[in-house]
């Protein structure tokens, strides 16, 4: 039996691949009505399944329904790289955030097996085992950026 949460998921994705430009704009309560779930349900499934470290960019706004835009990120661009890169590891990110980012553009074969673990062992604990605690996470973030930004624009031949 499939959770309401996955079908949910798998509506909305459907969506995304009908859409021209990548994008869909839903009302959260209207689609509560469609699902017979509490509008906190589709909250849940945004928040969970359409991470920005997962290739969307979700926003949202409050009032007269909850309108709702899911964008995906097609990664044709080396403005929406560059964006995406920027958006989902910030200024700081754990080791775990960082790992689930690499297994992302692995399943989307943005980056290979190789890279994504090269790229792992340059950010990993043991790695960065010389920096202090506080600073590990702002270090691994600008690495993983600049690894990235290195290995997409190279595969794209920029």
């Known amino acids: 039996m499939v959770k ?7 509506f909305l994705k459907d969506m995304l ?31 969970t399944r359409f991470k ?6 979700v926003e949202s706004r ?31 990110v754990t080791k ?3 790992y689930d980012i690499l297994n992302h553009l692995f399943s989307k074969k943005i980056i ?9 062992r340059t950010i990993s604990d ?4 010389l920096i202090p605690s506080e600073n590990k996470n702002p270090v691994r973030a600008k690495i993983l950026k600049e690894s990235l930004l290195a290995v997409v624009k190279y595969n794209n031949g920029s």
């Open 4 to 10: 309401k949460s996955e079908e949910i998921e798998e």
């Open 17 to 47: 691949k009908q859409t021209e430009n990548n994008m869909i704009e839903i009302q959260r309560n209207i689609l509560a009505q469609q699902f017979d779930c509490a509008p906190s349900q589709i909250s849940y499934v945004l928040t």
């Open 52 to 57: 920005d470290n997962k290739g969307y960019i």
């Open 62 to 92: 409050r009032g007269g329904g909850g309108s709702i835009k899911i964008y995906e990120l097609k990664m044709k661009s080396d403005k929406q790289i560059d964006e995406l890169i920027s958006r989902s590891i910030g200024e700081s």
């Open 96 to 98: 775990f955030k960082a």
């Open 112 to 120: 290979t097996e190789r890279e994504s673990q090269i790229i792992k």
């Open 126 to 129: 043991r790695a960065l085992s």
